[in-house]
């Protein structure tokens, strides 16, 4: 076994550097990593004098200069509903993702979407009709099911926002605010996984989710804090949904309701974010994490 440059290979018997007392070539794979090593240390010893310049150089551009820059971010939010949603939620728990294309004048624009859950539901009626006179709902097989009733639902917008000069510990730091409009969708789930229950299957379940959905507007205020070493970047904020939803089922099975009046759905909260930054200054590009 012979180590060149970090890299281990063996040479077979019959291609063995000594056969005899005859003196004969090294095998070609060996005289090209033996002539690649001198050349590989150099490039490292480059690299490793280089690279925590340029790092240093990367950082004082973030300090000091209003940088173009891409934003990835993940982030959490914890909602209060309000309006007609009030009546129907809880508070509810958001997870969602955002890209972001910040110019150098500080204005940015882009893209956004989470998925809401909760498990306080309060609807009059709910499934009303299989339950039996002490309440609870039997299965197929005549047993007490276990019926968890949950909040699910999601957004989508697009929109931009602006990050205001001199309001934060560099030029890419301050408060920030964004506004969208989009798409918001939530329903009632339904979950009994360990009873089958026919009434609450396939095209049934339909009619007592209480499916609704319509246009949303979003807007955010908040501070976007982006680190000068590049390792810690975030946003926290205050963060406001109002949705002009309408119920998309044609009859509820429990209430023999239909629900096509116009609804005001709001969702109120804070939001905090991990962000990526891909900042890029010609002809250099840079990532921060």
């Known amino acids: 076994m012979y180590i060149i440059g970090g890299i281990s290979f063996k040479i077979p018997l019959h291609s063995a550097v000594f056969r005899g007392d005859h003196r004969t070539k090294p095998p070609r794979r060996l005289e090209f990593l033996l002539y690649l090593r001198p050349m590989v240390k150099r490039i490292l010893g480059v690299l490793i004098f280089v690279l925590p310049v340029l790092s240093v150089w990367a950082q004082r551009n973030v300090r000091d200069s209003v940088l173009t820059s891409t934003q990835f971010g993940l982030g959490y939010a914890f909602q209060m509903p309000a309006g007609d949603m009030a009546q129907r939620f809880g508070n509810n728990h958001n997870l969602g993702g955002s890209i972001y294309h910040k110019f150098k004048s500080n204005w940015m624009v882009g893209a956004e979407g989470g998925f809401f859950f909760g498990r306080n539901v309060s609807e009059p009626g709910l499934i009303q009709n299989l339950r039996v006179d002490e309440g609870y709902v039997l299965d197929n097989d005549g047993q007490i099911a276990e019926i968890r009733i949950e909040e699910?639902?999601?957004?989508?917008?697009?929109?931009?926002?602006?990050?205001?000069?001199?309001?934060?510990?560099?030029?890419?730091?301050?408060?920030?605010?964004?506004?969208?409009?989009?798409?918001?969708?939530?329903?009632?789930?339904?979950?009994?996984?360990?009873?089958?229950?026919?009434?609450?299957?396939?095209?049934?379940?339909?009619?007592?989710?209480?499916?609704?959905?319509?246009?949303?507007?979003?807007?955010?205020?908040?501070?976007?804090?982006?680190?000068?070493?590049?390792?810690?970047?975030?946003?926290?904020?205050?963060?406001?949904?109002?949705?002009?939803?309408?119920?998309?089922?044609?009859?509820?099975?429990?209430?023999?309701?239909?629900?096509?009046?116009?609804?005001?759905?709001?969702?109120?909260?804070?939001?905090?974010?991990?962000?990526?930054?891909?900042?890029?200054?010609?002809?250099?590009?840079?990532?921060?994490?």
């Open 152 to 289: 699910r639902g999601w957004h989508a917008t697009i929109g931009g926002g602006y990050l205001f000069r001199n309001s934060g510990h560099n030029p890419n730091s301050g408060v920030m605010i964004r506004g969208g409009i989009g798409f918001m969708q939530h329903k009632i789930r339904l979950e009994h996984q360990l009873n089958y229950i026919t009434q609450l299957e396939g095209e049934y379940l339909k009619g007592y989710d209480r499916l609704t959905n319509g246009l949303a507007l979003t807007q955010f205020v908040g501070y976007l804090y982006s680190g000068n070493s590049r390792l810690v970047n975030f946003y926290v904020g205050l963060e406001a949904t109002e949705a002009f939803t309408r119920g998309r089922r044609e009859l509820y099975f429990d209430t023999l309701q239909v629900d096509d009046q116009p609804r005001f759905d709001m969702l109120l909260g804070v939001r905090v974010a991990w962000v990526l930054h891909i900042y890029r200054r010609a002809p250099e590009l840079f990532y921060t994490y």
